[in-house]
Nanobody, 121 residues
């Protein structure tokens, strides 16, 4: 089994900051990339930020310059530092890991249960 456990969500006011964490555990051979997605009510899930094992990052245009993704490969953990939050950032944030459970497996996507981020104006 593989588990992705997220933490750090909550309710903040516009302009404030939050830091999300996600730790992957279980039967994992290797992780290729980890990232964060979000889904607001009535909208599709969208990529927020992702980071590969080599450290290459990718951000949605809407968060570029405000959010920073980082990763601790030794701990199979990914972080999302969010600053200057706006009400438009309100959503459920999901952690994603693209990993293999065995050396012969293909990479598959695994998801956390989601953590709510609410930004009040």
């Amino acid at each position: 089994q593989v588990q992705l456990v997220e933490s750090g969500g909550g309710l903040v006011q516009a302009g404030e900051s939050l830091r999300l964490s996600c730790a992957a555990s279980g039967s994992i051979f290797s992780i290729n990339a980890m990232g964060w997605y979000r889904q607001a009510p009535g909208k599709q899930r969208e990529l927020v930020a992702a980071v590969t094992i080599g450290g290459t990052t990718n951000y949605a245009d809407s968060v570029e310059g405000r959010f920073t993704i980082s990763r601790d490969n030794a701990k199979n953990t990914v972080y999302l530092q969010m600053i200057s939050l706006t009400p438009e950032d309100t959503a459920v944030y999901y952690c994603n890991a693209r990993l293999r459970r065995h050396w012969s497996d293909y990479f598959n996507d695994y998801w956390g249960q989601g953590t709510q981020v609410t930004v009040s104006s």
